[in-house]
């Protein structure tokens, strides 16, 4: 498992793994003209808790995953990686936002935020509690236990789930300005733009890996049945 030591510079990390430069510019540490500056100190410029940074490098970077992994594998890897960062980034930014001051463009941001959070609760509980382990259940007795139709269901019903906040996070992006700080913004609102873009891209991926490797497996399984 690789480490990444806060004491490495953004260079070093940037020279490991190019997906790792990637992690770095979304936080908008910048390792083309600050390198030699360890990732310690840039966060600690940048206002951006360190564990941020270290933990989205360790959950992309060290977690296994193998598009041709077992049902109950992605699954592990979605709730690992996804689901366990959603449960602790939500209240985090529900946080930020109640510092913002009323009849600002960021109330509207705000509201549509609230929404957006009970949504991705309520979808990623009933994953969790009821569809992940039906399709554990699924995989370990076979195909031949599904109902097709309610499968089909399901699969219709949860990707409306995602195509709704993908929209949600398309709006979300506008009410904020594209989540673009400036050096003189306050430390709070920095890291509510910064964790707001960290978790557009993880819902992103999140999203990704549910419809088109999840749930293109099951509608494969489908359609050999
Ligand atoms: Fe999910
Ligand atoms: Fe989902």
Redesign the pocket.
């Known amino acids: 498992m690789r480490k990444h030591s806060t004491k490495l510079s953004l260079s070093e990390i940037a020279n490991s793994d190019l997906r790792a430069a990637f992690i770095l510019e979304l936080f908008g540490l910048s390792f083309s003209d600050n390198g030699p500056m360890s990732l310690e100190q840039a966060s600690e410029e940048a206002g951006i808790p360190i564990e941020y940074v270290r933990n989205t490098l360790s959950r992309y970077l060290d977690k296994d995953f193998n598009p041709e992994d077992t049902l109950t594998a992605i699954l592990s890897n979605?709730?690992t990686v996804?689901?366990s960062f959603t449960w602790k980034v939500l209240p985090e930014i529900e946080r930020l936002f109640e510092g913002i001051a009323p009849g600002t463009d960021l109330e509207k941001a705000r509201d549509l935020f609230i929404k957006m959070a009970a949504n991705i609760r309520n979808?990623?509980r009933d994953?969790e509690q009821r569809f992940f382990p039906r399709l554990r259940e699924l995989e370990a007795t076979g195909i031949e236990t599904l109902s097709v139709e309610e499968l089909e269901e399901e699969l219709v019903s949860m990707e409306d789930d995602h195509a709704n906040c993908l929209g949600a996070l398309k709006r979300l992006q506008i009410l904020t300005g594209g989540y673009v700080i400036q050096d003189n913004d306050p430390p709070d609102y920095k890291l509510l733009m910064r964790l707001l873009r960290l978790l557009e891209f993880d819902l992103k991926v999140?999203?990704h890996k549910?419809n088109n490797l999840l749930h293109r497996k099951l509608k494969n399984l489908l359609e050999v049945k």
């Open positions: 979605i709730v996804h689901h979808h990623s994953e999140h999203i549910e």
